[in-house]
């Protein structure tokens, strides 16, 4: 690929669209790419088909529509008592994936690094990369306790005079952890000490499990001001085709984003905008069984994956379920083990490796989604245990 910058050597098809298209291929149950199988709620939808129909489908304006931009500011206040000027403190993105590269490529400056969590949601390197920044990842291990955590003196270490930025993900994709107070206590005094600027996806801040409570890094004493903070309206209202996205915070940091953004999409989903706002104003019962039946549908994954013989981490959030494949291979590739999946018993998973900046780290470790019908997942689980249960 000689044409290709040198960039994104190495980055070649992301694995989302590598397995997706396995499963089509195969006939497989894809519990590979994070999209839900059912729709999201019927106000939402109806509310993008009336837009299309009222002559919303022309270039909205360049922050987003104004009732987006306001109901992203009143769902920061409901949920998390932040106060959000609409006006000058959000910025509506085509998902979170450009919320996300537009931050990195309107912040940072070549020889700049971003201290990140390893494993990462795969568009993170990919755009540090893009911008001639440098990932500086801070590894996220398995504790005997089955959570995730990490060792505060590697982040301690991961922090030097190029640091500009610390990109956090919680709940976090892949391994369905929700950073507790104490880690972002440490992460935000950090942030304070060394003049830096937290970067947060929260794109499954609804989707949290068995109680666990999803913290906003910019409620943490002093972090309003240095903390920009992203979401979007795909995993929230089952809607991860529209790709509407977003970002709210600081005046400065929001502007520094939006100058990279109206370069790359310029604007995008006029009318899923004003649906997206029909949703973000939906009851609290509405979230509230929205995380209830995604964790039911999670612990029929996750039975189902312990009872087919592998080792299995319950997430604390998020639509995904890891497990580790050497209990039942013992070669432990989690990538030659995921490609054969599908014809070895019809189910599509995606190999952690790809979500780590060493993948050695996750080489054993296999991700598979929650976010689907019941029946559909026990109908995997099923095909697994016929597979690889002794
Ligand atoms: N961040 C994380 C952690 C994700 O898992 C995803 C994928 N769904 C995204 C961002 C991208 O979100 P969107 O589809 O809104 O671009
Ligand atoms: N976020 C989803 C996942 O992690 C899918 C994202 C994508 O397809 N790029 O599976």
């Given at each position: 690929m000689k044409w290709a910058t040198s960039k994104l050597a190495g980055y070649g098809t992301t694995i989302f669209a590598e397995m997706s298209a396995l499963a089509v291929k195969t006939g497989a149950i894809n519990l590979g790419q994070g999209f839900p199988d059912s729709?999201?709620?019927?106000?939402?939808?109806?509310?993008?088909?009336?837009?299309?129909?009222?002559?919303?489908?022309?270039?909205?304006?360049?922050?987003?529509?104004p009732e987006l931009r306001k109901a992203i500011a009143d769902h920061q206040k409901r949920f998390y008592g932040l106060q959000i000027?609409?006006?000058?403190?959000?910025?509506?993105?085509?998902?979170?994936?450009?919320?996300?590269?537009?931050v990195l490529l309107g912040m940072l400056e070549v020889g700049d690094e971003v201290v990140v969590f390893d494993p990462m949601y795969d568009s993170y390197q990919a755009c540090i990369s893009l911008?001639?920044?440098?990932?500086?990842?801070?590894?996220?291990?398995?504790?005997?306790?089955?959570?995730?955590?990490?060792?505060?003196?590697?982040?301690?270490?991961?922090?030097?005079?190029?640091?500009?930025?610390?990109?956090?993900?919680?709940?976090?994709?892949?391994?369905g952890k929700v950073f507790t107070r104490v880690e972002m206590e440490l992460i935000a005094s950090l942030a304070k000490q060394h003049n830096l600027v937290v970067i947060t996806d929260e794109v499954y801040e609804h989707l949290c499990f068995?109680?666990?409570?999803?913290?906003?890094?910019?409620?943490?004493?002093?972090?309003?001001e240095r903390t920009l903070t992203i979401s979007s309206g795909g995993k929230?209202?089952?809607?991860?085709?529209?790709?509407?996205?977003?970002?709210?915070?600081p005046?400065?940091?929001?502007?520094?984003?939006?100058t990279a953004k109206q370069f790359?999409?310029?604007v995008n989903g006029a009318p899923f905008q004003p649906a997206m706002a029909v949703g973000l104003a939906l009851p609290d019962s509405y979230y509230q069984s929205l995380a209830a039946t995604l964790q039911i549908a999670r612990d029929h994954l996750a039975k189902g994956l312990v009872a087919a013989g592998f080792t299995t981490y319950l997430p604390e959030a998020t639509y995904f379920v890891t497990v580790d494949i050497r209990s039942?291979?013992?070669?432990?590739?989690?990538?030659?083990?995921?490609?054969?999946?599908?014809?070895?018993?019809?189910?599509?998973?995606?190999?952690?490796?790809?979500?780590y900046a060493e993948p050695e780290s996750g080489k054993h470790l296999v991700r598979f989604a929650c976010c689907k019908q019941l029946a559909i997942i026990d109908e995997a689980v099923k095909r697994l245990a016929n597979a690889f249960a002794q």
């Open positions: 729709d999201g709620p019927p106000e939402v939808l109806d509310a993008a088909v009336s837009a299309i129909r009222s002559g919303l489908n022309q270039y909205p304006p360049g922050l987003g529509v000027d609409p006006e000058r403190e959000v910025l509506v993105t085509a998902g979170a994936t450009e919320a996300i590269a537009s911008a001639g920044a440098r990932a500086v990842p801070v590894l996220l291990t398995p504790g005997e306790d089955g959570r995730y955590h990490f060792d505060a003196a590697v982040l301690r270490a991961a922090i030097s005079a190029r640091t500009k930025l610390i990109l956090l993900n919680t709940p976090h994709n892949p391994t068995d109680g666990n409570t999803h913290i906003a890094m910019a409620t943490l004493p002093g972090m309003r929230t209202f089952q809607t991860t085709g529209w790709k509407i996205g977003w970002m709210s915070g005046h400065s940091l929001v502007t520094a984003a939006k790359l999409t310029y039942v291979d013992s070669r432990g590739d989690g990538m030659a083990f995921c490609r054969s999946l599908p014809e070895r018993c019809g189910v599509v998973a995606v190999p952690s490796e790809v979500f």
